[in-house]
């Protein structure tokens, strides 16, 4: 068939438009730059989260993901989808499209999750792309007063006395106060019994009335019964002292290193989401996180923001995933 040629002025001119258009799109293609991530966002951005309204998960990411959206031009909206320790809500997630208009919550729920082999619906590390490490919050080892323990010290000794007479609370097989104490009785070789709750507030309850003797907790469902002396804080299983508990040593101060268990939450893309996207994104956050008011919202309730690079997050997943896979394997928690 004969190409059927327009040599007219006109039909030139708008030859030549198309050709230049043409090479355009091409050298951006070269360059790696997707034309549609050039003025995203263009629709609101829905970000999933494994833990029901209310929580601290919920509550810090919608205070953050407030602040991107004025950064963004866009809202974020927030979709609560609990259940399966944040299992549901990662399965969605990793299933949804790669354009950046879906992202996910992950913590390190996901972690222990992985590395207990709990879920096989989705490999929370080939599946998601990181974002940005956004916010954690303390993990307090609180006793009964009555125990009359004033130090970790005191608490080994008195678990290597007697085996088995401790109990803790968790708030089910897998979940991070689990997981804490797995690994702090493989760092401290004590024998200590895990007692699994359907929550925390169940355990909070059992634990005034005397009935459970101690629990790695989230600092805000501890803050004010440790504040009026209804429990006691022996530790906080992390790196450095908290802001919040500045008078309540780490785990390593006490004598046990290498025992933190720090509970965190980043922002994730699905795995693909183009890289100029997945840095606006980490800039927005990291912007937001650094916010006075932000700042300000999040230390009410117990918690800490984070800010840095995709790079950063995900050199920090990576050495959670050996420590924690480390530690199921030593505990023989694997099913």
Same mark, same amino acid.
């Given at each position: 068939?004969?190409?059927?040629m327009?040599?007219?002025p006109? =039909? ?6 198309? &050709? ?11 360059? =790696? ?14 970000l ?8 601290? @998960? ?11 959206? $004025?950064?963004?031009?866009q809202?974020?909206?927030?979709e ?10 990662? @399965? ?6 790669d354009d *950046? ?11 222990? %999750? ?12 080939q599946?998601?792309a990181?974002?940005?490490?956004a ?13 009359? &323990? ?21 708030? +089910?097989? +897998? ?22 709750y ?15 003797? +101690? ?8 803050? *004010?019964?440790?504040?009026? =002396?209804?429990?006691?804080?022996l ?22 290193p ?5 509970? /965190?939450?980043g ?15 980490? $800039? @927005?956050?990291s912007?937001?996180?650094?916010? %006075? ?24 997943i %990576?050495?959670?995933?050996?420590? /924690? ?11």
């Amino acid at each position: 068939m004969d190409m059927v040629m327009d040599k007219s002025p006109l =039909g030139r001119s708008k030859t030549v438009r198309c &050709f230049t258009a043409a090479i355009a799109m091409c050298m951006l293609a070269m360059a =790696g730059t997707p034309l549609y991530a050039q003025d995203y966002p263009v629709r609101p951005i829905h970000l999933i989260v494994g833990f029901p309204p209310g929580s601290i @998960a919920d509550v810090a990411t919608r205070v953050v993901g407030a602040k991107m959206s $004025e950064k963004l031009g866009q809202p974020i909206v927030i979709e609560d989808r609990p259940g399966a320790g944040s299992g549901i809500a990662a @399965a969605q997630a990793a299933r949804s499209p790669d354009d *950046g208009y879906t992202l996910y919550l992950g913590s390190s729920a996901n972690v222990f %999750e992985q590395a207990l082999q709990l879920n096989k619906n989705f490999d929370f590390y080939q599946d998601f792309a990181p974002i940005m490490l956004a916010v954690s919050t303390p993990n307090v080892l609180v006793v009964r007063p009555s125990l009359g &323990f004033k130090s970790i010290s005191d608490l080994i000794s008195y678990a290597k006395v007697h085996p088995g007479k401790l109990s803790f609370a968790s708030a +089910g097989f +897998g979940s991070a106060a689990h997981l804490s104490l797995e690994l702090f009785k493989v760092a401290t070789k004590t024998d200590i019994v895990h007692v699994p709750y359907p929550g925390s507030p169940q355990i909070i309850t059992d634990m005034l009335a005397g009935r459970v003797d +101690g629990f790695f907790a989230p600092g805000l469902a501890v803050r *004010g019964h440790i504040d009026a =002396g209804r429990l006691f804080p022996l530790a906080v299983a992390e790196p450095k002292r908290s802001i919040f508990f500045p008078d309540v040593p780490t785990l390593g101060e006490s004598g046990v290193p290498g025992a933190d268990a720090v509970l /965190w939450f980043g922002l994730v893309a699905p795995k693909g989401t183009p890289q100029s996207v997945i840095d606006k994104l980490s $800039e @927005a956050a990291s912007a937001a996180t650094q916010a %006075e008011d932000v700042i300000g919202s999040l230390k009410l309730q117990t918690v800490e923001p984070h800010h840095g690079s995709p790079a950063d997050f995900a050199a920090y997943i %990576e050495q959670e995933h050996k420590r /924690w896979t480390a530690v199921v394997e030593s505990a023989g928690l694997r099913q």
